[in-house]
């Protein structure tokens, strides 16, 4: 695997640098904050990415095709694994496994993440209705997957609360409550990389958990390397 380091003073000068070296396809392998260094009084901290264009095929050997067959077969146990925990069920779910075999893995996925039985029936049998449509048709059909992550959204009400449709210059401001351990963090750690990385939008992020040991240098270590602006309230 090539690999190639890069430095910069915040996260999008480094993305693109690996942009460039790379190209749009470089797998990021790692992302750390480098520390200025005590000797240089002018220094400054910077973000090290680690990305690759990838695994290189003729460093494979035998160990990697060992660990192929391994992986089939844990993927197999899996598999029938779930047949026998769906087949005893009801909504149909008997007619998937015998008609559409390929589903099986996805629907108990579905019930593993706490979908009801008749939810996720519906979700297999329309993702099913859209693909076998599709190639009747003609067109070239995508992954099931993808048919089914499309009918899952079917069911979601989303709303864009960052859109602006004026000029505007009041910001947002988006407040997460929720228990401890529940995603919080990493939610607006991923809204924060989007906003900022995509949209380019100016982005600050406030904590105002002062209950949680290391909550706030959790969140103010997710800003650095995004290089946004993080307080604690």
Same mark, same amino acid.
């Given at each position: 695997m090539n690999k190639q380091?890069?430095?910069?003073? !915040?996260i999008q000068e480094a993305m693109a640098s690996v942009k460039e070296a790379l190209g749009?396809? #470089?797998?990021? *392998?790692?992302?750390?904050?480098v520390p200025k260094s005590p000797r240089d009084p002018y220094g400054k901290d910077m973000i090290e990415v680690e990305a690759s264009l990838g695994q290189d095929s003729g460093t494979q050997g035998k160990s990697s095709d060992v660990s192929g067959s391994g992986t089939e077969l844990k993927d197999e146990l899996m598999n029938i694994k779930d047949m026998i925990s769906i087949a005893g069920l009801g909504y149909g779910m008997h007619n998937i496994i015998c008609e559409k075999s390929h589903s099986v893995k996805l629907l108990a996925s579905l019930l593993r993440a706490g979908v009801s039985e008749k939810k996720a029936?519906?979700?297999? &049998?329309? #993702?099913? &209705? *859209? $693909?076998?449509?599709?190639?009747? %048709?003609?067109?070239? %059909?995508?992954?099931? =997957? =993808?048919?089914?992550m499309k009918e899952c959204i079917r069911w979601v009400? +989303? @709303?864009?609360?960052?859109?602006?449709? !004026?000029n505007?210059?009041?910001? &947002? @401001?988006?407040?997460?409550?929720?228990? +401890?351990?529940?995603?919080?963090?990493?939610?607006?750690?991923k809204?924060?990389?989007?906003?900022? *990385?995509?949209? =380019?939008?100016?982005?600050? /992020?406030?904590?105002?958990? !002062?209950?949680?040991?290391? #909550?706030?240098?959790?969140? =103010? #270590?997710?800003?650095?390397? $995004?290089? /946004?602006?993080c307080v604690q309230a």
């Open positions: 380091v890069f430095q910069a003073p !915040n749009p396809e #470089a797998m990021i *392998l790692s992302t750390r904050k029936y519906s979700i297999i &049998h329309k #993702a099913s &209705h *859209l $693909m076998e449509a599709d190639l009747e %048709a003609g067109l070239e %059909a995508d992954s099931f =997957k =993808k048919y089914v009400e +989303t @709303v864009d609360f960052f859109r602006r449709d !004026n505007s210059t009041v910001p &947002h @401001v988006a407040a997460f409550v929720g228990p +401890t351990g529940v995603g919080k963090t990493t939610t607006i750690a809204l924060a990389a989007k906003l900022s *990385l995509k949209d =380019k939008k100016r982005v600050g /992020l406030v904590s105002v958990d !002062n209950y949680r040991i290391g #909550a706030f240098e959790q969140l =103010k #270590a997710y800003a650095s390397i $995004m290089g /946004l602006y």
